[in-house]
């Protein structure tokens, strides 16, 4: 199932410590706007992309993005061919080990217990991969000893049609069965790595005005590859949404913009009648994201563990990201009815779901061995270390919810701060 309405686009490096990447990978530089084709990327895409600048004019970086990202024949996220995983471009937390999706699953328990415990209780999973977040949560969701077992609807919302099938027959063959609802309803939104993709407008601080950087050509020949080309924005929502989340840019600072976040809103809107949504990927609150220190934006590409400056690169081959602007994401939500219960990074948040625990339970199974405790170990310190993918961010909303105690997950936040939008933000 996709979204109910595609992501629309208007009108076109610092690095965190790596993150998609196993360690030890390679850092790719800067785009060379001298450089013609890109033997990289894929030539139908390419051509596609230089035929669209030729009759329109240059395009928003979004609308780039987009067709990179979901060409319905040539766009990465269309494609057969395995993404995330170790044999992909990138490793996400529930590829590394089934303990971050029991982590999320004993988070969503609480839930179910805090709305009163519905059936059926829906787990809508966005961007849900090859499963292996679903088939983690849903095997400690539907353990025999569990409370809810009788009452989870899994449903994933996944745009790939080859993850999806993958999907199901996995959840097939391990006796999980996804539930196909339609009506709205009540539940646990969950979406790991997913708003990253989200195509995003690129602007810049230029001469003490903002200007939007759309993609034009480089040059005039079939082989030429594609550059920045500023101009005026090309819709006044850019501009406001920095000024809403309190952003104010350095001359010759770069940002970027999600306006995408509303559409997705709105199809979670439609989905989660009432119920909470956990949202986890890179990022950060947009003041935060954007301080003085960070005078490049945040889009970066990832082909084979490898990370990449140059999104011109690899076009359909690698994936495109940027990092989660989270004050967005958090005004978006209240637009849309949902109220920000409050951010954490990954690490606080799956030690308050309940990761130790699960770490005891294994450790204290009779028919653990030394390998299976050794992966096991290693993998929950990848997932908790702050350099790693522990200082991803975790935020929990809420949908027309009782007023309830904070959900376990947020209990170890490290002191609070009032973010741009006055929910409360966890210190970076
Ligand atoms: C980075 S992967 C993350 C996969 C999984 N959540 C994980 O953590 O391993 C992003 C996933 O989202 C899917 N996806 C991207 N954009 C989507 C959209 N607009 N609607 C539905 N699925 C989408 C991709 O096909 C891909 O499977």
């Known amino acids: 199932m996709e979204l109910?309405?595609?992501?629309?686009?208007?009108?076109?490096?610092?690095?965190?410590?790596?993150?998609?990447?196993?360690?030890?990978?390679?850092?790719?530089?800067?785009?060379?706007?001298?450089?013609?084709?890109?033997?990289?990327?894929?030539?139908?895409?390419?051509?596609?992309?230089?035929?669209?600048?030729?009759?329109?004019?240059?395009?928003?970086?979004?609308?780039?993005?987009?067709?990179?990202?979901?060409?319905?024949?040539?766009?990465?996220?269309?494609?057969?061919?395995?993404?995330?995983?170790?044999?992909?471009?990138?490793?996400?937390?529930?590829?590394?080990?089934?303990?971050?999706?029991?982590?999320?699953?004993?988070?969503?328990?609480?839930?179910?217990?805090?709305?009163?415990?519905?059936?059926?209780?829906a787990l809508l999973e966005y961007g849900a991969g090859s499963g292996a977040l679903a088939e983690a949560m849903l095997r400690e969701l539907?353990?025999?000893?569990?409370?809810?077992?009788?009452?989870?609807?899994?449903?994933?919302?996944?745009?790939?049609?080859?993850?999806?099938?993958?999907?199901?027959?996995?959840?097939?063959?391990?006796?999980?069965?996804?539930?196909?609802?339609?009506?709205?309803?009540?539940?646990?939104?969950?979406?790991?790595?997913?708003?990253?993709?989200?195509?995003?407008?690129?602007?810049?601080?230029?001469?003490?005005?903002?200007?939007?950087?759309?993609?034009?050509?480089?040059?005039?020949?079939?082989?030429?590859?594609?550059?920045?080309?500023?101009?005026?924005?090309s819709t006044p929502a850019l501009a406001a949404r920095l000024a809403e989340e309190g952003v104010v840019l350095a001359e010759g600072q770069q940002a970027e913009v999600c306006l995408g976040l509303d559409a997705w809103f709105e199809d979670l809107a439609h989905r989660l009648e009432r119920g909470y949504a956990i949202v986890i990927d890179y990022g950060r609150p947009g003041p935060e994201l954007y301080s003085a220190a960070r005078i490049a934006g945040t889009v970066m590409g990832y082909v084979r563990h490898r990370a990449i400056e140059d999104p011109y690169r690899n076009i359909g081959r690698q994936d495109l990201t940027a990092h989660v602007d989270f004050s967005s994401v958090q005004l978006a939500a209240q637009h849309h009815g949902f109220e920000p219960l409050g951010l954490t990074t990954q690490a606080e948040f799956l030690i308050g779901a309940g990761a130790e625990e699960l770490l005891e339970r294994v450790r204290s199974d009779p028919r653990t061995d030394l390998a299976t405790w050794v992966e096991l170990r290693s993998a929950v310190v990848r997932m908790l270390d702050p350099r790693a993918m522990g200082g991803f961010r975790v935020l929990v909303l809420a949908r027309n919810t009782p007023a309830s105690p904070l959900p376990r997950g947020l209990a170890n936040r490290t002191p609070a701060t009032p973010s741009a939008t006055g929910a409360t933000t966890a210190r970076p």
Do not use: K
Not at 52 to 71: C, K, N, Q, S, W
Not at 75 to 97: M, Q
Not at 167 to 190: I, K, M, Q, Y
């Open 4 to 121: 109910r309405r595609p992501i629309p686009t208007i009108g076109p490096v610092e690095a965190i410590p790596v993150r998609r990447s196993v360690p030890g990978s390679v850092h790719v530089g800067p785009a060379d706007a001298t450089r013609g084709a890109d033997p990289g990327s894929v030539p139908e895409l390419f051509a596609r992309l230089r035929a669209e600048i030729a009759r329109d004019g240059p395009i928003t970086f979004a609308r780039f993005m987009e067709v990179a990202l979901y060409d319905p024949d040539f766009g990465y996220y269309r494609s057969e061919t395995e993404r995330p995983g170790r044999g992909g471009d990138f490793l996400t937390a529930p590829e590394t080990h089934p303990i971050f999706g029991q982590a999320i699953a004993r988070q969503v328990e609480e839930l179910w217990e805090m709305l009163d415990r519905p059936r059926p209780f």
């Open 142 to 233: 539907e353990r025999p000893d569990g409370p809810m077992t009788a009452a989870v609807a899994y449903e994933a919302v996944e745009i790939n049609r080859f993850r999806r099938a993958a999907l199901d027959a996995r959840l097939a063959a391990a006796g999980l069965t996804p539930h196909s609802g339609d009506s709205p309803a009540v539940g646990c939104a969950v979406a790991n790595e997913f708003l990253d993709a989200l195509p995003v407008h690129r602007v810049r601080w230029l001469d003490g005005r903002l200007v939007e950087l759309f993609v034009d050509q480089a040059g005039t020949s079939d082989a030429d590859g594609f550059i920045d080309r500023p101009d005026e924005p």
